[in-house]
């Protein structure tokens, strides 16, 4: 889970001015957590805890209001209704991770992910998107090849990920939908050649870098088995502790590295 959330706090900073290289500082003073981070420890308390997905990501939610958030997730979680509002954006997809982590077959990853999305989103670009993730997440994690992944994804999700980021980068501008993100986060971690990297090459898009990395970064840790303990342990640093007592008792009960 530290590797998502690591990819969101160093993406945090280039959200507002997008960069086009993989040169640049991983931390800096503004680097931080956001709503990535607290709807993906939302998930995973729930996960640990068999609470309803809606009920725990409102109560994260409400206890973090200035995290970020996008207009119409805001109106949600101040609603007392909580009935999903058909979105194909990408917030479904930035916090499924756990679920990949959590669950070990590819059938119960599919349902939970789908379960974790249409709280919210319901739409099938918002659930495939979340989908699309954990299931990446599971084979990373069961130690499958990246071209196996590649070949999952591309034939379960219909993304193309034949595209290289070179091809990407130059015309790949802000763009919050899930298809036209998350394949080009898995992308970044396909063409990667260790963590960091992964979480690099996704931020070197140019576009929503946060989100992007914390979906590169989650692939990328189950994939590769670890975050660097220097980037991890700064990264700690930034969390608050109730956010970390969660991490940690989720590491423990599913064993990730």
């Given at each position: ?45 729930a996960?640990?805890s ?22 119409t ?64 997440v ?27 980021l070179?091809?990407?980068?130059p ?59 220097r ?27």
């Open positions: 889970m530290i590797g998502a959330i690591a990819g969101d706090v160093i993406g945090s900073v280039y959200e507002s001015r997008p960069i086009k290289t993989t040169e640049f500082p991983l931390l800096q003073p503004g680097s931080t957590f956001t709503d990535d981070t607290v709807l993906t420890v939302a998930v995973a308390d996960i640990l068999g609470a309803d997905y809606a009920t725990a990501l409102k109560q994260w939610g409400l206890r973090y209001r200035g995290a970020g958030y996008g207009g997730f805001t109106k949600w979680l101040l609603s007392p209704n909580s009935g999903p509002y058909n979105s194909w954006g990408n917030g479904s997809a930035m916090r499924v991770s756990p679920v990949g982590f959590a669950f070990a077959t590819i059938g119960k990853v599919l349902s939970e992910a789908m379960r974790t999305a249409e709280v919210t989103h319901n739409h099938p670009e918002g659930i495939k998107g979340a989908q699309a993730v954990a299931a990446a599971l084979l990373a994690r069961h130690g499958e090849s990246k071209a196996v992944i590649k070949r999952e994804i591309a034939r379960r999700f219909s993304y193309d990920l034949k595209r290289t070179e091809d990407i980068r015309t790949y501008g802000f763009d919050v939908s899930c298809q036209g993100s998350v394949p080009e986060s898995i992308i970044a971690f396909l063409e990667s050649e260790d963590w960091e990297d992964a979480v690099r090459k996704a931020i070197s898009l140019g576009g929503d870098s946060d989100t992007m990395a914390c979906i590169a970064g989650a692939i990328a840790q189950a994939y590769y088995r670890e975050v660097p303990a980037i991890a342990m700064e990264v700690r640093d930034r969390l608050p502790e109730e956010f970390l007592a969660v991490i940690d008792r989720f590491d423990r009960e599913f064993r990730v590295s």
